[in-house]
């Protein structure tokens, strides 16, 4: 299995599809590969009641794995978690919480992949080391009581390390 993971990132690596297709034009295994697993879309949300603003959190999913950065029931996630949103080439262009780091945005914005990101640095702890993934810097919201969530409003900073 991880050596079929690894022939798959060496043949994408080669292909870099993402420079020759929009997202519209990836299919699904392309589509899935594009993911820097960085799990800033699986951060908690708030409104502002007053002005509609889109808050973010140091709080995640009850379904993210913080060691792997991963959901634990992705295939079938909205089962668990239904407002849990599907990411597709139109909604990418519309919500604006997706941070400015977002491979999908960056394509959609036509500024092509960080260098840091996995496809291109060829692994996936560089993430971590230039401040992107959300990994260990977060508490699951079954640890956090309703009235505690305001208290967890963060600054993600959309800063681009693209300077090694
Ligand atoms: S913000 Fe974008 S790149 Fe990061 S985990 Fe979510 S979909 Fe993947």
Not at 18 to 42: H, S
Not at 50 to 70: M, N, P
């Amino acid at each position: 299995m991880v050596k079929n993971i690894m022939v798959w990132q060496k043949k994408v690596w080669q292909e870099k599809f993402w420079q020759e297709k929009t997202l519209d034009e990836m299919n699904e295994e392309e589509w899935e590969a594009l993911c820097d697993g960085c799990g800033r879309c699986c951060l908690v949300k708030l409104e502002d009641e007053d002005s509609g603003e889109i808050l973010k959190s140091d709080i995640h999913c009850k379904l993210f794995d913080c060691e792997t950065a991963k959901c634990l029931k992705y295939e079938d996630r909205q089962k668990y978690v239904s407002d849990c949103v599907r990411l597709t080439p139109a909604k990418i262009k519309q919500l604006n919480w997706i941070p400015a780091s977002c491979a999908y945005r960056r394509i959609a914005e036509g500024r092509g992949l960080a260098w840091w990101h996995p496809l291109l640095c060829g692994e996936g702890e560089t993430i971590k080391k230039v401040g992107i993934s959300v990994v260990g810097r977060t508490v699951c919201e079954s640890e956090i009581k309703p009235d505690e969530f305001v208290d967890h409003i963060a600054y993600w900073p959309d800063f681009e390390p693209d300077e090694r």
